[in-house]
């Protein structure tokens, strides 16, 4: 049995991580986060530590290293995208491996930041990816390998989970702090796209707000046109009211649908990692350096080869509402 430390107790995505510590058996000695609305604990690990200064959660953690029993083993991260690199490198200045939620870091800098501390401390730092888990991208990814080898697939990846009016009041609607939509909602599917078709060779934003981003990008097996919405109004009339998000993926004119199958992806994340199977800085360099030059970019004219369909309804509706 491993013990753990979380870092960011009271988010949206703590709890998947408390579940993924208990379901694979391991302890979650002690979690921390500025914030105290974590009663969550109480359901899954009650005997926890539980503290909101940094300063003290930092010195319990450090203590208990005297002590081979208690001593941490891993730390998990899940607070806000800008923090993650000052999270991960305390941890690994703890002496733990650490797990951390997607963005890994915004930057490719960042990254070999990462790799230094890494190398400081002899600890290892792993991303959830986890979509790279999901059976329906595995069968895909599959499909692609045996396609033959000279074939580009076309490839339209839409993704929109609705948002409330919260979104933007909180950090994750800051892009000092989550680093705008295509980094905040989109980076691990940057990263689905990567895993299974490739290296990317094209990279071209066409329109990015607050609220919703659109591009296109080549890799060395597929042409992918991409949209990702924050924006209930951009749902689809076939899931409004039964479904807040969608996800999907057209290859080849076949479309994937893979909005469900989510719900133990972390779970089987933490077992990759403890089974030695993880996912370091080097598998998260690909998705942290797509949406770097994304965040760097000015949109451009979009071709109709390269132009996703949501945008041209988006297009249409701006010049509507300008009349």
């Known amino acids: 049995m491993k013990n ?11 709890p998947r991580h408390m579940h993924a510590i208990k379901d694979t058996g391991n302890n979650l000695s002690v979690a921390y986060d500025i914030n105290d609305s974590v009663g969550v604990i109480d359901s899954i690990s009650p005997a926890s530590e539980f503290f909101t200064d940094f300063e003290r959660f930092y010195d319990h953690a450090w203590r208990l290293k005297r002590n081979a029993d208690s001593k941490l083993d891993y730390v998990s991260i899940c607070t806000p995208n800008h923090m993650h690199l000052s999270h991960i490198t305390a941890g690994l200045r703890l002496g ?3 797990i951390c939620e997607k963005p890994l ?45 000279n074939h580009k697939h076309d490839v339209e990846l839409t993704y929109m989970t609705s948002r409330g009016k919260w979104y933007m009041e909180s950090w994750k609607g800051d892009p000092r702090c989550s680093f705008g939509v295509a980094t905040n909602i989109g980076v691990h599917f940057f990263d689905m796209l990567h895993f299974i078709f490739g290296k990317l060779q094209k990279n ?11 591009g296109f ?29 969608y996800r999907t993926i057209t290859c080849d004119g076949e479309e994937l649908e893979f909005s469900k199958g989510f719900t133990d992806l972390h779970t089987v ?29 000015k949109p451009s004219k979009a071709t109709d080869e390269e132009k996703h369909p949501m945008l041209e309804r988006l297009l249409i509706n701006q010049q509507v509402d300008s009349i």
């Open 217 to 245: 990008l080549e890799y060395e097996r597929a042409r992918v046109r991409w949209f990702l919405s924050i924006d209930a109004n951009d749902l689809p009339e076939s899931v409004i009211g039964k479904q807040s998000t």
């Open 4 to 14: 753990f430390a979380l870092i960011g107790a009271a988010g949206y995505i703590a």
């Open 204 to 214: 071209v934003l066409h329109f990015s707000d607050d609220m919703k981003a659109s």
């Open 96 to 98: 733990c491996d650490v």
């Open 269 to 297: 994340s933490y077992q990759e990692i403890l089974a030695g199977r993880g996912y370091g800085i080097e598998d998260a360099r690909h998705c942290v350096e797509t949406v770097e030059s994304i965040r760097n970019q």
């Open 105 to 149: 870091v915004p930057t490719s800098a960042d990254l070999d930041e990462l790799a230094l501390v890494e190398k400081e401390t002899g600890q290892r730092v792993f991303n959830i990816l986890q979509l790279r888990h999901h059976q329906a991208i595995i069968d895909l990814k599959k499909k692609v390998e045996g396609s033959p080898q």
